[in-house]
């Protein structure tokens, strides 16, 4: 009996081995700009990989590259895996995806398939400073050395002044054909499918499990659109400016803050957004509040919370590096910021004509204190009834609501529309309520 249930450790042992081994390969897909999007699908991928124990990645790649600082993030996850990881070269790996492939460990690429042509370039398509081709010129040169490949040769794939004689002649950056690097190494086979490389492998009995982004990841892609992005502007801006008008009924206040959080986070888990912008944000709107509360009237409070609010909400959405916008094309900069200031004006709108009708709806209503308390009721007012007339001056500014001094009396007072500014003189045209209405004199 002692030995059949040894026999049976034995076999649970070898089937608990191979379902750690997996028996499985991830297949994942480049096929678009290389940015913050790709850079995360590319970090889950490899994470799932090993958590999941997976013997193997095959990246399929076909890419015009894109932003630098993402692409090293990628080579970087990439030199740092602890499984094979093989790239797919279908049609094409330019600029950032000749980088993120030569950090692999073995390239194949499809017939009529380029490699090569990394030279670092502006959102206009020119040559970018000096510094920026040192830097793609270092991680090209130190990634190949990694890989066992001819630093060389990497090299000349973002520096047009390197003569590597008849390999690439002076005056021309390197783009390889399939040929071409077979014969200079940055290629282990010409291939014309994923089975193939399978096979030379030795994973033909392995199963090939394609990268699914979860419904997290999803709901998160969701929000990085634009619309919805500005959908959520416009919720941010109208609950701000409904508790703001309304202190302490706390549903605009939620709402806001929910809105806020649906926005920022999905950049910032996206490598977007960064602290110091979020930041920034949430100072504009301190100081908008500072302005209403704190100060009332529109003076520099006002107008730098504007500003940083705005700012904060435009950055998140932008992949620059500490305001240094030399990688992020002009196209999406002004997405960006037509996105956040067409919310802004339309929110504007929206709560100019929309408001009077959202504080008249029966939602509104529920939360709102409707009761009036008339004089025909027994209630008073504290403001003494005889202040028609009486001369006084403006205590703050009134733009159109603050405080007024009369008879070295203080009162709230409300102006017809026009600003009145501190010390102008008044005089009460109206002390129907609590809030003295007001005019200049």
Not at 321 to 348: C, E, Q, W, Y
Request: aromatic share 8%; charged share 20%; glycine share 8%.
């Amino acid at each position: 009996m002692q030995k059949i249930f040894q026999f049976i450790l034995i076999l649970l042992s070898a089937s608990t081995w191979g379902l750690s081994q997996g028996n499985k390969i991830l297949h994942l897909e480049i096929k678009a700009e290389i940015d913050a999007r790709t850079n995360r699908y590319l970090e889950l991928g490899l994470k799932k990989a090993e958590d999941e124990n997976f013997d193997g990645v095959i990246i399929e790649m076909d890419t015009y590259g894109g932003a630098v600082y993402d692409a090293n993030d990628m080579r970087n996850n990439l030199l740092e895996f602890d499984y094979p990881i093989h790239v797919y070269i279908n049609t094409k790996a330019i600029s950032a995806g000749a980088l993120i492939s030569i950090a692999c460990d073995s390239i194949y690429m499809a017939p009529g398939a380029n490699i090569g042509a990394a030279t670092v370039v502006t959102q206009t398509g020119e040559a970018a400073p000096d510094k920026y081709q040192s830097f793609m010129r270092s991680i090209m040169r130190s990634t190949a050395e990694t890989k066992g490949r001819d630093p060389k040769i990497a090299e000349a794939m973002v520096d047009e002044n390197i003569d590597l004689d008849t390999i690439s002649p002076e005056g021309t950056v390197l783009t390889f054909t399939v040929d071409e690097a077979l014969e200079n190494g940055f290629c282990e086979r010409k291939v014309e499918s994923i089975d193939e490389i399978m096979a030379l492998n030795g994973w033909s009995d392995h199963s090939l499990e394609s990268m699914e982004l979860g419904w997290s990841e999803k709901v998160i892609s969701v929000f990085l659109n634009p619309f919805v992005s500005g959908i959520l502007l416009l919720i941010i801006i109208g609950g701000i400016y409904f508790e703001l008008q309304t202190p302490g009924v706390g549903f605009p206040l939620i709402a806001a803050v929910v809105a806020a959080i649906l926005y920022f986070v999905p950049y910032y888990l996206n490598g977007l957004a960064e602290n110091w912008e979020i930041l920034l944000f949430i100072v504009g709107v301190i100081l908008i509040a500072v302005e209403v509360f704190v100060i009332p009237g529109f003076g520099i409070a006002g107008v730098l919370g504007i500003l940083c609010a705005i700012s904060g909400l435009t950055l998140v959405m932008l992949d620059n590096d500490a305001l240094d916008f030399t990688f992020v094309p002009d196209i999406n900069i002004l997405i960006s910021l037509g996105t956040v200031l067409t919310s802004t004006t339309l929110g504007m709108i929206l709560l100019f004509f929309g408001g009077v009708r959202l504080a008249n709806s029966r939602s509104f209503q529920r939360i709102a204190l409707q009761e009036t308390m008339d004089s025909s009721q027994g209630y008073t007012s504290p403001i003494d009834q005889n202040l028609i007339g009486k001369e006084g001056k403006a205590f703050t500014v009134l733009r159109p609501g603050g405080k007024v001094m009369i008879e070295d009396q203080l009162y709230d007072a409300l102006t017809r529309g026009e600003p009145i500014e501190k010390d102008e003189a008044i005089v009460v045209i109206s002390d129907d309520g609590p809030t003295l209405k007001v005019k200049k004199v």
